[in-house]
């Protein structure tokens, strides 16, 4: 109780005190358990006042989860610090609030706090590059942590891409290339040999590509969509007069195949009542080896 009752910082005798309660091996189990509690929760006050937030926010930051990777993140900004000593105080507060709370959930991790940093790293565009700090984390933890710590940062910045964009301003355009750069990058160096995050690298790569060239929006979920990417298509060729080669060009960024793409050119040629529009992308498309059968097949059906 009167560990619990003191304030912050403790007084070197009350420290003493507890670590020889602690260490006192004819002291109830549940009396350790309950003062080990105490002695975390007021570590963990310690580091809050530190970031220059008050200790009356403690309970709040302890309330859930969400809010104490919230303050995670809120360590991150703090200049009072080097960017070094923010991760080493970061992994000191999630390693403390683990020991709390024993049944803590994924979102609470070692794993977490370096993803956490790696996207202040990337927003603040500040050394060490996440690439650079990537290989910190190779070197210092092993291939399987790097790995896991790379899935959960491209995870999380998928995810971000993907979201929904409240103004399609420059600034937004901007900072959603730079994202896009920076997921592709960490795919690239670390994640080569994965299929699964090579197919997401090539969205990426299409996504980015839209939205440079074209000033797309462009979401993943849309480009796994066969109706969306003949809807897009179909748009892109009727909106303007395109050669053959601007269509295959712009199909191949919405992952569709020359077949795919010689086939909707053909039978929107046909449907426009145009015989010699018709003629023409036909004519170009026999050249496509890939689209000759196509060609064949829609001329006979038609």
Same mark, same amino acid.
């Given at each position: 109780?009167?560990?619990?009752?003191?304030?912050?910082?403790?007084?070197?005798?009350?420290?003493?005190?507890?670590?020889?309660?602690?260490?006192?091996?004819?002291?109830?189990?549940?009396?350790?358990?309950?003062?080990?509690?105490?002695?975390?929760?007021?570590?963990?006050?310690?580091?809050?006042?530190?970031?220059?937030?008050?200790?009356?926010?403690?309970?709040?930051?302890?309330?859930?989860?969400?809010?104490?990777?919230?303050?995670?993140?809120?360590?991150?900004?703090?200049?009072?610090?080097?960017?070094?000593?923010?991760?080493?105080?970061?992994?000191?507060?999630?390693?403390?609030?683990?020991?709390?709370?024993?049944?803590?959930?994924?979102?609470?991790?070692?794993?977490?706090?370096?993803?956490?940093?790696?996207?202040?790293?990337?927003?603040?565009?500040?050394?060490?590059?996440?690439?650079?700090?990537?290989?910190?984390?190779?070197?210092?933890?092993?291939?399987?942590?790097?790995?896991?710590?790379?899935?959960?940062?491209?995870?999380?910045? @998928?995810?971000? =891409? !993907? *979201?929904?964009?409240? $103004?399609? +301003?420059? /600034?937004?355009?901007?900072?959603?290339?730079?994202? #896009?750069?920076?997921?592709?990058?960490?795919?690239?160096?670390?994640?080569?040999?994965?299929?699964?995050?090579?197919?997401?690298?090539?969205?990426?790569?299409?996504?980015?590509?839209?939205?440079?060239?074209?000033?797309?929006?462009?979401?993943?979920?849309?480009?796994?969509?066969?109706?969306?990417?003949?809807?897009?298509?179909?748009?892109?060729?009727?909106?303007?007069?395109?050669?053959?080669?601007?269509?295959?060009?712009?199909?191949?960024?919405?992952?569709?195949?020359?077949?795919?793409?010689?086939?909707?050119?053909? @039978?929107?040629? =046909? !449907? *426009?009542?145009?015989? $010699?529009? +018709?003629? /023409?992308?036909?004519?170009?498309?026999?050249?496509? #080896?890939?689209?000759?059968?196509?060609?064949?097949?829609?001329?006979?059906?038609?």
């Amino acid at each position: 109780m009167v560990a619990k009752g003191a304030h912050l910082p403790w007084s070197r005798r009350l420290s003493e005190t507890v670590q020889s309660v602690l260490k006192n091996p004819h002291v109830d189990l549940e009396i350790k358990r309950s003062l080990e509690s105490v002695c975390r929760t007021a570590e963990m006050g310690q580091m809050l006042m530190s970031y220059s937030t008050p200790l009356g926010m403690l309970d709040a930051v302890l309330a859930s989860e969400y809010n104490f990777i919230k303050f995670i993140r809120f360590m991150f900004t703090h200049d009072r610090y080097g960017v070094a000593q923010r991760l080493l105080d970061a992994v000191k507060m999630v390693g403390t609030y683990c020991l709390l709370y024993e049944e803590h959930t994924p979102l609470v991790s070692l794993s977490r706090v370096y993803v956490l940093y790696a996207e202040y790293l990337q927003k603040a565009e500040t050394d060490p590059t996440v690439l650079q700090f990537l290989e910190e984390v190779r070197t210092e933890k092993g291939e399987q942590f790097l790995i896991e710590v790379a899935s959960r940062l491209v995870d999380d910045w @998928k995810r971000q =891409v !993907d *979201s929904a964009v409240g $103004l399609w +301003t420059e /600034t937004s355009k901007t900072k959603r290339i730079k994202l #896009l750069t920076a997921t592709k990058s960490v795919i690239l160096r670390f994640m080569s040999n994965d299929r699964h995050y090579m197919e997401v690298y090539e969205n990426l790569c299409s996504i980015q590509k839209l939205q440079e060239n074209y000033n797309m929006y462009v979401i993943t979920p849309q480009l796994e969509s066969k109706e969306w990417r003949d809807a897009s298509l179909k748009e892109f060729i009727v909106r303007d007069e395109r050669s053959l080669l601007e269509v295959i060009s712009f199909s191949s960024l919405l992952r569709m195949t020359r077949d795919e793409a010689s086939r909707l050119s053909i @039978k929107l040629a =046909v !449907d *426009s009542g145009n015989p $010699l529009g +018709t003629l /023409t992308i036909v004519r170009l498309s026999l050249f496509n #080896l890939h689209g000759y059968f196509s060609a064949l097949i829609i001329l006979h059906s038609s």
